[in-house]
């Protein structure tokens, strides 16, 4: 419960102060509950992943797995990124034609999510403590340092991407080519409070997706 609750500073640049156990903040998005703990915890990250490497009649090559992370810092729990990719030796095809200059052909695919998380302290709000004036007398309080966002999540990229590997004159010449999509979403922007609120200068929120793409071309040559 809150005890005592003031502001000190002067014009715009006041910041919220209170002498108190806690605070809670009504958003469009729900009660934000803030807490004074007597301890101190250290932010931690745990991942696990598995993968799987089948090959078939030594032309076929498939590679799958997935992983899971979680950061003591979100409320969001595990977050899962799965990755699925796959090539295809054509050349080793009794229709490939032996005749004329490609000597080897390898078709590739692949698909899979990465994820950014936050840094440290961005989705937790701390207080400090600072000696306010209320009532011409000097009280201990504490100071809001830093504003989190518990609502906060990792952000997530798929990228997808598609191409080729050939050889010339018995892989003397080889050229590589590949196309890629990549799209991120809940990008981690850090977006400034208006001094009126009566927080910190700014706060991390998902906001909005980043996409791009391109295409990149590889050539070798042994002489």
Not at 124 to 135: E, H, W
Not at 201 to 210: E, I, K, T
């Amino acid at each position: 419960m809150v005890s005592a609750l003031t502001k000190a500073g002067s014009g715009d640049s006041e910041k919220l102060v209170a002498t108190m156990e806690g605070m809670e903040f009504d958003t469009p998005k729900g009660r934000m509950v803030f807490r004074k703990e007597d301890h101190q915890a250290l932010q931690s990250m745990y991942h696990f992943k598995i993968k799987a490497d089948p090959a078939f009649a030594d032309k076929l090559f498939l590679s799958g797995s997935i992983r899971a992370d979680n950061n003591s810092g979100l409320a969001s729990g595990l977050a899962y990124f799965p990755q699925v990719n796959a090539s295809y030796v054509i050349s080793k095809e009794s229709f490939f034609p032996t005749a004329g200059h490609i000597s080897s052909l390898r078709l590739r695919a692949a698909v899979g999510q990465a994820g950014l998380r936050p840094g440290y302290g961005a989705a937790q709000t701390f207080f400090g403590a600072a000696p306010v004036q209320v009532g011409g007398t000097e009280t201990p309080a504490l100071v809001l340092s830093n504003t989190g966002n518990n609502f906060l999540k990792l952000e997530r990229t798929t990228e997808t991407e598609g191409g080729f590997d050939i050889g010339f004159l018995n892989d003397r010449i080889t050229a590589q080519y590949t196309a890629f999509h990549r799209n991120s979403k809940d990008a981690l922007i850090s977006v400034n409070l208006p001094p009126s609120a009566g927080l910190t200068g700014s706060v991390y929120q998902n906001l909005g997706a980043v996409t791009n793409g391109g295409n990149e071309f590889g050539l070798n040559a042994t002489v």
